[in-house]
């Protein structure tokens, strides 16, 4: 790929791996930044965005709505949902009732890596020529997925 540009963005939220026999069997939270390439060949040769791969504008728009919708909140693994599906819902933790709690049911374990993999297709899908996705869990751990480098 000749050309790789690179946006960031974050999103907070809370979680725990079901049935994981180490720490993150826990409730605990992230600050996940999330780091977008998307790439070409070639520079676009006409309209606006001519001399560009794409418009930082286009793909940070999609890129910063989806992350939005994941933010703060808390994401639980359930495989009923193809999708993530949005629900606000009286969460009770012992005595102690969080009203109204944003809860993201995800079909898919809520790891760095499938979140990765998760915000890839979802941005291809809407046609963003995206290379790759680092999801940093932490300021040190991350996942790259990067689908074309591993053919």
């Not at 989806?66 to 606000?88: F, G, R």
Request: charged residues 25%; proline residues 3%; contains cysteine.
């Amino acid at each position: 790929m000749n050309y790789v540009l690179t946006s960031e963005y974050d999103f907070a939220s809370a979680h725990y791996l079901n049935g994981h026999q180490g720490k993150c069997k826990n409730l605990h939270g992230h600050n996940y930044l999330v780091r977008i390439e998307v790439g070409a060949n070639e520079l676009q040769k006409e309209g606006s965005s001519r001399e560009m791969v794409i418009d930082f504008y286009d793909i940070k728009q999609e890129f910063r709505k989806l992350l939005d919708s994941l933010d703060h909140s808390t994401h639980i693994e359930n495989h009923k949902y193809i999708e993530p599906t949005h629900e606000y819902i009286d969460i009770k933790i012992g005595d102690i009732v969080v009203e109204k709690s944003h809860v993201v049911w995800l079909p898919f374990r809520p790891t760095a890596e499938n979140y990765a993999r998760f915000i890839y297709e979802h941005l291809t899908s809407k046609g963003f020529p995206v290379h790759a996705i680092t999801v940093y869990e932490t300021n040190i751990n991350s996942c790259r997925y990067c689908p074309g480098d591993l053919k």
